[in-house]
């Protein structure tokens, strides 16, 4: 009868510490935490000598499960997906690279003028990003990280959806290691290269036509 009344009046000593103790880890663990912002590297001069086409509002883009994740996916040797709890985006991704297509194309010259899909101006055309992939690809002796881009253009004209241009592209850069500042760097090559290889695609599609 003791030993019980000394085990319940312990207990909570106890579980106080165990509680201390994760509180403690959780927040060791949140201080190691990284996390950053994508950042394309926009064109120095048009990629096009005249904007091929008018007007367009960039919509929301869209991300494929399971890369739609704050955190850093990498794919590992056995080919799973598994989340960084350390390393990741400051937001969502999407609102993110967002704001980065809509930076990059406004310096491309391939549209007359590139609205944010938040603007209340009307556009000619819609365009529509999805990120197919974005992960480290860590399946090889170095990591790397791949980005797979599909552009759609969107006649907002039309009477009904009507897709006038389409582009895919995919990267996969080799990042110089595994730290989280080479990878977030190798991130914004590989998007860079994909915008850069989208944008060429659609004006290209519109020079053959002219033809």
């Known amino acids: 009868m003791k030993n019980m009344i000394f085990a319940l009046l312990l207990a909570p000593f106890l579980l106080g510490g165990c509680l201390s103790g994760n509180s403690e880890a ?11 912002v994508p950042e394309v590297a926009v064109p120095e001069k048009p990629l096009e000598a005249k904007p091929a086409f008018e007007s367009v509002k960039c919509r929301a883009v869209r991300i494929l499960a399971p890369f739609d994740s704050k955190q ?17 985006w400051l937001g969502m991704p999407a609102d993110l690279v967002s704001a980065q297509i809509v930076r990059y ?42 980005v797979g881009l599909r552009m759609l253009l969107i006649d907002e004209g039309a009477p009904k959806l009507s897709v006038r241009k389409s582009a895919k592209s995919f990267r996969t850069v080799p990042a110089k290691s595994s730290s989280p ?3 977030a760097r190798a991130y914004n090559q590989a998007l860079t290269e994909c915008l850069k290889e989208g944008a060429l695609a659609l004006g290209k599609q519109v020079s053959s036509q002219e033809k």
Not at 26 to 36: D, G
């Open 26 to 36: 959780q927040a060791r663990a949140a201080a190691q935490r990284r996390t950053f």
């Open 181 to 183: 500042d080479d990878l």
């Open 105 to 146: 194309l406004d310096a491309s010259g391939l549209f007359s003028a590139v609205f944010d899909g938040r603007s209340s101006v009307s556009a000619q055309f819609g365009l529509e990003c999805i990120l197919t992939e974005l992960y480290v690809d860590d399946t090889g002796t170095t990591p790397a990280v791949s």
């Open 72 to 88: 850093f996916i990498h794919r590992r040797s056995d080919g799973q997906f598994v989340a960084d709890f350390y390393n990741g």
